[in-house]
């Protein structure tokens, strides 16, 4: 079975400050790896995703994540942060051995990103 | 391009009710997958549906819980008797045809935040 493990449940940093946000995975097959932001009130929307090639992986609003496999990680990072950033972040694995090869994901239980002035 | 839609956004029911949440997916996609999330928690997978067959159902309550897309219409996720444990924040998302590959990909909608009474 997989599971997602986000190690922060809360992250405050200042504006302009670099952040990351950490997540560890199990699975004994190959995964996906994903991050999805999820504003007040709303749904998720996909940040990022990693499902081979090049470890490091690029997103929308500046963030990017580093697929590690020695580690099982997917911890997702930001040069510099902005007020508008702050929302909750969850990462998310899946495999293609769900039922009539479903991507189901498994999520963390989330991290919310607070961004002070 | 209108993305996935859900209705109505917020519902409120009395102890011993029934609850109806709508989800109409992205045009052109056929896999619907619904999904719960308690307060400072993550979202657990409850079905996967494409039209007219439901494939994964791992997540679904034995009783009370039903759902359903037909061939014509949106995805109905039905919970029978609600109780107060059911108050939660329901998400809906779809994915692309496996033909068109990205079946990966999940794209949310809004969700339904359901209160029970």
């Keep these: 079975a997989q599971s997602v493990t986000q190690l922060d449940s809360q992250v405050p940093v200042f504006e302009e400050a670099p952040v990351e946000l950490r997540c560890n995975y199990s699975s004994s097959v190959s995964v996906y790896l994903f991050w999805y ?3 007040p009130n709303q749904g998720l929307q996909l940040l990022l995703k990693y499902l081979s090639g090049s470890t490091l992986v690029k997103g929308i609003n500046g963030f990017e994540a580093e697929f590690n496999k020695s580690q099982t990680s997917f ?9 508008s950033d702050t929302a909750e972040y969850f990462c998310a694995v899946s495999d293609s051995r769900g039922s009539g090869g479903s991507y189901i994901p498994t999520f963390g239980r989330g ?7 | 391009n209108a993305g996935v839609m859900q209705n109505p956004r917020h519902l409120v029911r009395r102890r011993g009710q029934e609850a109806r949440l709508r989800c109409s997916p992205v045009k052109g996609h056929s896999h619907v997958y619904w999904y719960r999330q308690l307060p400072e928690e993550g979202l657990k997978f409850m079905v996967y549906l494409q039209k007219e067959n439901i494939i994964d159902e791992s997540g679904m309550p034995k009783e009370r819980f039903s759902a359903e897309f037909p061939k014509e219409g949106p995805s109905i996720l039905r919970i029978q008797q609600v109780v107060r444990g059911d108050s939660a924040a329901y998400f809906c998302a779809s994915s692309p045809p496996s033909d068109r590959g990205q079946r990966d990909t999940q794209y949310f909608g809004p969700g339904t935040r359901l209160t029970v009474l």
């Design chain 1, 75 to 83: 911890h997702l990072r930001k040069p510099s942060v902005h007020i």
């Design chain 1, 111 to 117: 991290t919310s990103l607070i961004v002070h002035p």
């Design chain 1, 37 to 39: 932001v999820q504003y």
